[in-house]
């Protein structure tokens, strides 16, 4: 099979409908490691940190909300600004890829989400589908 490691993916395929951070930014542990130290990405070396999101799908049960990403960067994201009068941040991320594996607990296929950046949403994106004609109408 050609296709080995992370999976590209883009924004708009992840989250159609968005997405909203829900809580800090934090660096994510190495779990390998002896002593308690900051997990690094094995590919660029870069650090990584963690951030919690609320996926903004209505169709989602709310055990399926609520995701982490991982962003890949040299120093520690800053969360977006927040809507004014509500307490989430916006967000969107750019290269984005997913890692397919096998959650241990339960056996079952899960999914992990990383990121090299975390921005503010571009303007006029909103409810975009990737589909122009369907944008259009």
Not at 10 to 36: I, M, N, Q, T
Not at 37 to 58: E, I, S
Request: hydrophobic content about 40%; proline content about 10%.
């Amino acid at each position: 099979m050609a296709l080995q490691g992370p999976i590209p993916i883009s924004f708009e395929l992840l989250f159609p409908h968005g997405c909203y951070v829900v809580g800090e930014v934090s660096a994510a542990k190495d779990f390998d490691a002896k002593r308690d130290t900051q997990a690094k990405d094995k590919l660029t070396g870069l650090p990584v940190w963690q951030v919690p999101v609320m996926d903004a799908d209505p169709s989602l049960k709310a055990a399926q909300k609520t995701v982490t990403v991982k962003i890949l960067a040299e120093v520690q994201p800053v969360v977006p600004p927040s809507l004014p009068g509500v307490p989430l941040a916006p967000a969107e991320f750019d290269g984005l890829e997913v890692k397919p594996y096998v959650h241990q607990a339960t056996g079952r296929l899960a999914y992990s989400i990383s990121a090299r950046v975390m921005r503010a949403p571009r303007t006029g994106t909103a409810g975009k589908t990737g589909n122009t004609a369907k944008d259009a109408a």
